[in-house]
């Protein structure tokens, strides 16, 4: 006797998986944080850059880091500090400003002005006080110039980036370093395949799994 069975189509065998659960969420995390991460530094050193490089020409600022307590607590050690050009004669009390003491090294010091006095032949000699100090300053400073330079930011812990990144080490690890990464990361990016690519080819070939390896239903004997 002979009887006609219908028979199901089958169906393409779903891909094993590939790595445990937590395996596949964190792979895709890590490379988002990992893409970032570079995103952000490669945003702080381009910010740095023109900051401490490129502002300076452009806006006529200067750019001095803090290396004492004396102004603590609005300007700490290690801040950096941008001042912009002032004519001496508009220099007033209550000012913090950045010029040469008249004594010793004659070094560069940022303090507030605490007296002004402008004598006839247009000399301008100022008295000044750092914040966190008790007394003024041990002498009188004759302003330079027709220009002083007058504080008017303050970006805190930048300096102690810069003397980081000064040091030997630091530094050839920037010069040969970053670069090779850059590149390497630019390669990756620009040969490795993305998720949509993978999804598209193990769509195509289960596509021609189903349509190409179904055998036709026939009668079956028996």
């Given at each position: 006797?002979?009887?006609?069975?219908?028979?199901?189509?089958?169906?393409?065998?779903?891909?094993l998986?590939?790595?445990?659960?937590?395996?596949?969420?964190?792979?895709p995390?890590?490379a988002?944080?990992?893409?970032?991460?570079?995103?952000?530094?490669?945003?702080?050193?381009v910010?740095?850059?023109?900051?401490?490089?490129?502002?300076?020409?452009?806006?006529?600022?200067?750019t001095?880091?803090m290396?004492?307590?004396?102004?603590a607590?609005a300007i700490?050690?290690?801040?950096?500090?941008?001042?912009?050009?002032l004519?001496?004669?508009?220099?007033?009390?209550?000012?913090?400003?950045?010029?040469?003491?008249?004594i010793d090294?004659?070094r560069?010091?940022?303090?507030?002005?605490?007296a002004?006095?402008?004598?006839p032949?247009?000399?301008?000699?100022?008295?000044?006080?750092?914040d966190a100090?008790?007394h003024?300053d041990?002498w009188t400073?004759v302003?330079q110039g027709?220009?002083?330079?007058?504080?008017?930011?303050?970006i805190p812990?930048?300096?102690h980036?810069?003397?980081?990144l000064?040091?030997?080490?630091v530094?050839?690890?920037?010069?040969?370093?970053a670069?090779?990464l850059?590149?390497?990361?630019?390669?990756l990016?620009?040969?490795?395949?993305?998720?949509?690519?993978?999804?598209?080819?193990?769509d195509?070939?289960?596509s021609?799994g189903?349509?190409g390896?179904?055998?036709?239903?026939?009668?079956?004997?028996?």
């Open positions: 006797m002979t009887a006609a069975l219908p028979l199901t189509t089958p169906r393409a065998a779903r891909p998986p590939t790595g445990t659960t937590a395996t596949r969420v964190l792979r995390v890590a988002a944080t990992g893409r970032w991460l570079v995103r952000a530094l490669v945003a702080t050193a910010l740095a850059f023109a900051v401490l490089a490129l502002g300076p020409h452009v806006f006529g600022y200067r001095m880091t290396l004492t307590g004396s102004m607590p700490d050690p290690g801040d950096v500090v941008l001042t912009t050009p004519a001496v004669e508009d220099v007033a009390a209550g000012m913090i400003i950045s010029y040469h003491i008249p090294d004659h560069v010091v940022t303090h507030r002005v605490l002004v006095d402008h004598a032949d247009g000399t301008v000699t100022v008295q000044t006080q750092g100090n008790d003024p041990p400073a302003l027709d220009t002083a330079y007058q504080v008017q930011a303050v812990e930048l300096g980036l810069i003397t980081a000064r040091t030997p080490a530094s050839q690890l920037l010069v040969y370093g670069p090779t850059l590149a390497g990361w630019l390669l990016t620009i040969w490795r395949p993305t998720t949509d690519e993978h999804d598209e080819r193990g195509q070939a289960t021609h189903r349509t390896q179904s055998p036709q239903p026939g009668p079956v004997t028996c």
